[in-house]
């Protein structure tokens, strides 16, 4: 009776859950621009980032970002939280299959039934499993892969924003070391020109004023050189901490390999927003929340139907007494258990409430990073479109300063022109020289942040941690 009582429950059950099959929140739309207004370089060409670093030539920089990436906290936070994620997905996965348990137990002493000292033997398997009719456990099983690839690509966006440390801070230390050369090659000029008016002034040729002049001029520079190469000592610890490399080894290296050169145009971009958010991590994660938040709102609503389980077991037994032993085989099928929810107080409807809510937040969350991923880029477009425009002039600038100072250098010389205008002229030029290669950094720069804005070359098909 208890069997065909049973059959009439799953049959309920199976009508309730064609009736009554929980609506997903319908997908978040992402208002996006028909092209950047930004000019763009090379009209927009598409071209691989995942190349960029390989095409500057310089291994040295290849080398400090694999250090970097095989030290960095960040990249193992990333990995760690990868595989969190896949555990969880394994754990959710498994929710949809029957679960098999075995026991086993023995025991030997007197058994009143059969009159006597008997050993006992069993061994069983007990099975369950619940019929996922509403789609609970497939919404939390697709959560937990949304959430999983959402931390996968979390892991390449901090491989990205490694590199990019790494290279902002090795491209700031290269033109340190290029400003430093250009200080140093500045006070060598004001050294020399405090020695001769020293010279002139002990023989009486120039006033006891302009030699102190000369000489002050000269200090400055120095004093100028002192703190140059203490920012650059600054750039190399900068370095040392973010790749783990001994700083002696590090100093060696940066001595050995040449520094590049500047090139046209470091790499391109699609011309269409929707090109770059198809290869921003960080926009391809808050996408699959949203995905996770809607599977979570199936699965609330999921949990104010009713929920049909069955379990099963199978068993053998051994009992031996006065040297004859005896086994037997169990096994049941059942019960069909029909749970229906009736009354909670409100708690079933309060969680579908507050998994609403959280996926409007994650859905608020995704529109407002895609705006913020296209205004990254248009900001480094436009940053390089602005150097670009000033490289030309800020050549022309230094190549007329330097024309301007030797000729005012060569008047001093001959007594046709006065220290103060020298000084003046040198000044001139050490402002311009100082002034394009502030320039180069920029652009560098500028490279590095439209190389991170457009995701680092990254895609769904990337390389899994």
Same mark, same amino acid.
Not at 87 to 94: E, H, K, L
Not at 295 to 302: K, L, Y
Not at 343 to 366: C, M, P, S, T
């Given at each position: ?10 049959? /309920? ?20 621009? $028909? ?39 960040? %990249? ?13 997905? $394994? ?5 949809? %299959? ?14 009143? @039934? ?19 009719? !509403? ?103 900068? /370095? ?9 080894? %590090? ?10 050169? &500047?090139?046209?145009?470091? !790499? ?52 031996? &007494?006065?040297?004859?032993?005896? @086994? ?10 029909? @749970? ?37 880029? =248009? ?43 020298? #000084? ?5 030029? /050490? ?7 502030? %320039? =180069?950094? #920029? ?18 098909? @990337?390389?899994?941690?």
């Amino acid at each position: 009776m208890k069997t065909n009582r049973s059959i009439p429950i799953a049959a /309920l059950a199976l009508l309730l859950a064609a009736c009554a099959t929980p609506a997903r929140p319908p997908a978040v739309a992402l208002p996006s621009p $028909t092209q950047w207004q930004a000019p763009l370089p090379h009209q927009g060409s598409v071209e691989g980032l995942n190349r960029w670093w390989q095409q500057l030539d310089d291994p040295l920089l290849a080398e400090l970002i694999d250090a970097a990436q095989a030290v960095s906290p960040t %990249l193992a936070s990333a990995r760690s939280r990868v595989l969190q994620a896949r555990a969880t997905r $394994t754990t959710a996965n498994a929710a949809l %299959l029957p679960s098999v348990d075995a026991s086993a137990n023995a025991s030997r002493g007197f058994n009143e @039934s059969a009159g006597g000292l008997a050993g006992t033997a069993q061994g069983a398997l007990q099975a369950s499993w619940e019929a996922d009719l !509403f789609g609970a456990n497939r919404a939390t099983r697709d959560a937990a892969q949304a959430r999983a690839d959402g931390a996968e690509a979390g892991w390449h966006d901090a491989r990205v924003s490694v590199t990019a440390e790494v290279a902002n801070a090795y491209f700031s230390l290269r033109s340190c070391n290029r400003q430093l050369a250009v200080t140093q090659s500045d006070a060598g000029s004001r050294a020399e020109t405090s020695r001769l008016t020293g010279l002139a002034a002990d023989a009486g040729f120039q006033a006891p004023a302009t030699a102190a002049l000369a000489r002050a001029s000269s200090a400055e520079a120095s004093a100028r050189v002192t703190q140059q190469r203490a920012l650059c000592d600054v750039d190399v610890k900068a /370095l040392v901490a973010l790749t783990g490399l001994d700083e002696p080894v %590090l100093r060696r290296r940066l001595v050995e390999v040449s520094e590049p050169a &500047m090139p046209p145009a470091l !790499f391109t971009i699609t011309s269409l927003p929707a090109g770059l958010l198809a290869q921003r991590p960080d926009v391809f994660t808050a996408e699959r929340e949203v995905a996770a938040a809607s599977a979570e709102v199936d699965n609330a609503q999921a949990q104010r139907y009713p929920k049909l389980s069955l379990t099963g077991s199978i068993g053998t037994a051994y009992l031996r &007494m006065n040297g004859v032993g005896t @086994s037997f085989n169990t096994w049941s099928i059942g019960p069909v258990a029909l @749970s229906l929810p009736i009354f909670d107080g409100g708690r079933r409807a309060a969680g579908e409430a507050a998994a609403e809510a959280r996926y409007d937040e994650a859905a608020a969350l995704y529109r407002a990073k895609a705006r913020q991923a296209v205004r990254e880029v =248009e900001e480094a477009l436009v940053n390089l479109d602005s150097a670009a425009r000033r490289f030309a002039d800020a050549n022309a600038a230094v190549e007329g300063y330097r024309v301007s100072f030797n000729a005012t250098q060569a008047r001093y010389q001959g007594g046709l022109a006065s220290l103060v205008e020298l #000084e003046d002229a040198r000044r001139q030029q /050490l402002a311009s020289q100082t002034a394009l290669l502030s %320039l =180069e950094r #920029e652009r560098w720069l500028a490279w590095v942040a439209l190389y991170r804005a457009a995701g680092g070359g990254w895609s769904v098909a @990337s390389a899994q941690p």
